[in-house]
């Protein structure tokens, strides 16, 4: 099934409390992160970490980067050309590191610049606005687990 951004919000709701303890499995990937079942490295973000130095690490980062930014053109003008929608489904980026939410957002900008369509499903129990592009956001103060198997639900049921 569907669900538009207004349906999704009445079946979500406004009033989330997302806070309480964190899942134990949080605990499971710190004890054992996955692997690849390629080359048995650890799974990890395309991403410079803290502490991250390593000369060969940030050699694939970087061209790991490079391959995203052409994937992410193509793919916001092929979405304008073919009429289609975007849909970004951001879950749980806070504000501390904020390089997925401005991700997001600049995914968003580009997409309609493009003259695109494209929403951005922002799930976040504390910080779920988008004061940019209000206009192009479904915000929705809830964990990403409980707004999932919601949004689950509600397709299932239709």
């Known amino acids: 099934g569907r669900l538009s951004g207004e349906t999704l919000l009445q079946v979500l709701g406004t009033n989330s409390s997302a806070a309480g303890p964190r899942e134990a499995t ?78 997001c957002e600049e995914v968003l900008r580009d997409t309609l610049g493009r003259g695109g369509q494209a929403v951005l499903i922002r799930v976040n129990p504390d910080f779920p606005d988008n004061k940019d592009l209000p206009e192009h956001t479904i915000s929705i103060k809830d964990t990403a687990l409980s707004a999932l198997t919601r949004i689950d639900a509600a397709m299932g049921a239709g």
């Not at 980026?93 to 997925?100: A, E, F, K, L, Q």
Request: glycine share 10%; proline share 5%.
């Open 26 to 103: 949080s605990a499971i990937w710190w004890t054992s992160p996955p692997a690849c079942l390629g080359c048995g490295g650890f799974l990890r973000p395309a991403v410079l970490m803290f502490g991250d130095a390593d000369a060969s690490l940030v050699g694939r980062l970087q061209a790991a980067s490079e391959r995203y930014q052409e994937w992410e053109e193509h793919m916001e003008t092929q979405a304008a050309e073919a009429g289609a929608r975007v849909v970004l489904l951001e879950l749980g980026c806070g504000t501390r590191v904020p390089s997925v939410r401005a991700e």
